[in-house]
């Protein structure tokens, strides 16, 4: 073999390795990428449980709350069918302990049923 041969060779030995590199390479990021995807798929399944959760925890207090306020509301229409205990505005917080935010509720009440009786 004579010199030429043998650089042809040595190219040929240099390309060969340098398409395995490049072949491990890219198998390397291919599995890399998958396993990315496989960690997102994760964290967001555990995003939707967690959401899942939040929102149980939301309808479960709008349940709530609402539950609280028709019991208050029934408790002032109580207080407005009797005058004599309720008063009118602000007046009637020493005698029923309520705080001024159930006070104006309550005149509120008071008004707009005052407007709808002719």
């Known amino acids: 073999m004579d010199v030429m041969q043998w650089v042809l060779v040595g190219a040929t030995?240099?390309?060969?390795?340098?398409?395995?590199?490049?072949?491990?390479?890219?198998?390397?990021?291919?599995?890399?990428?998958?396993?990315?995807?496989?960690?997102?798929?994760?964290?967001?399944?555990?995003l939707r449980g967690d959401l899942g959760h939040l929102l149980e925890d939301a309808e479960r207090r709008a349940r709530a709350l609402e539950q609280r306020l028709g019991v208050r509301e029934q408790s002032l229409r109580g207080l407005m069918a009797d005058p004599g205990r309720?008063?009118?505005?602000?007046?009637?917080?020493?005698?029923?302990?309520?705080?001024?935010?159930?006070?104006?509720?309550?005149?509120?009440?008071?008004?707009?049923?005052?407007?709808?009786?002719?």
């Not at 060969?16 to 994760?42: H, I, T, Y």
């Not at 009118?88 to 005052?114: C, H, K, M, W």
């Open 86 to 118: 309720a008063g009118s505005g602000t007046e009637a917080l020493p005698r029923l302990g309520i705080d001024p935010a159930e006070a104006r509720l309550l005149r509120d009440l008071e008004l707009s049923v005052g407007r709808q009786t002719p």
């Open 13 to 46: 030995v240099i390309d060969v390795g340098a398409v395995g590199v490049l072949a491990w390479l890219v198998g390397r990021s291919g599995r890399l990428r998958d396993r990315m995807l496989a960690d997102q798929r994760a964290t967001l399944a555990a």
